[in-house]
T-cell receptor
Framework: GIQVEQSPPDLILQEGANSTLRCNFS?????LQWFHQNPWGQLINLFY???GTKQNGRLSATTVATERYSLLYISSSQTTDSGVYFC??????????FGQGTELSVKP | SAVISQKPSRDICQRGTSLTIQCQVD?????MFWYRQQPGQSLTLIAT?????????ESGFVIDKFPISRPNLTFSTLTVSNMSPEDSSIYLC????????????FGQGTRLTVV
């Protein structure tokens, strides 16, 4: 089945710094999503981005489907950005497959 | 987008008991899914809740342990039966059409601790 790998697994930033999170997937996909899981466990939709580039405030994402990767950019990080970032793709059976996540900690 | 309400948000339960988690979607959806997230781990799909028929379980999950109901197109329940401390996890429901080009949305999760 499709494999989803995220890097880095952990990241510690100083408030105000920028970061790039990466998601590699092993097969072609029709859907890719980025989520932020807050400390209370809630999954928040960040981007639905099967291809191209999208921006939402300080966050942006780019998916290069032909090269099977996606990047999530966080600029001017804030302590509220802390948590785990997941990317997920649908397999051919219509099931959402998650990567292992990147745990981000932003220090004041 | 879909708004998904899940309850309870958290619970502490005695081993050997059962807990039923409810998931309500604000619109009719074809597919509802249940996930488990063990401490420090990623999300793993438990089953697909099918309206009008039995749920479809993933490898490693069985109906006796995780019975699921789906009485209509907006509501589903997951029961965690005969709990042990190993069942301590976050349980999340999700909705979508199941198609390959649709966005998935999640409830706020149920944080379960079994003592």
């Amino acid at each position: 089945g499709i494999q989803v790998e995220q890097s880095p697994p952990d990241l510690i930033l100083q408030e105000g710094a920028n970061s790039t999170l990466r998601c590699n997937f092993s097969d072609s996909v029709n859907n890719l999503q980025w989520f932020h899981q807050n400390p209370w466990g809630q999954l928040i939709n960040l981007f639905y981005i099967p291809s191209g580039t999208k921006q939402n405030g300080r966050l942006s994402a780019t998916t290069v489907a032909t090269e099977r990767y996606s990047l999530l950019y966080i600029s001017s990080s804030q302590t509220t950005d802390s948590g785990v970032y997941f990317c997920a793709v649908y397999n051919q059976g219509g099931k959402l497959i998650f990567g292992q996540g990147t745990e981000l900690s932003v220090k004041p | 987008s879909a708004v998904i309400s899940q309850k309870p948000s958290r619970d502490i339960c005695q081993r050997g008991t059962s807990l039923t988690i409810q998931c309500q979607v604000d619109s009719q959806v074809t597919m509802m899914f249940w996930y488990r997230q063990q401490p420090g781990q990623s999300l793993t799909l438990i089953a697909t809740a099918n309206q009008g028929s039995e749920a479809t379980y993933e490898s490693g999950f069985v109906i006796d342990k995780f019975p699921i109901s789906r009485p209509n197109l907006t509501f589903s329940t997951l029961t965690v039966s005969n709990m042990s401390p190993e069942d301590s996890s976050i349980y999340l429901c999700s909705s979508g059409t199941g198609g390959l080009n649709t966005e998935a949305f999640f409830g706020q999760g149920t944080r379960l601790t079994v003592v």
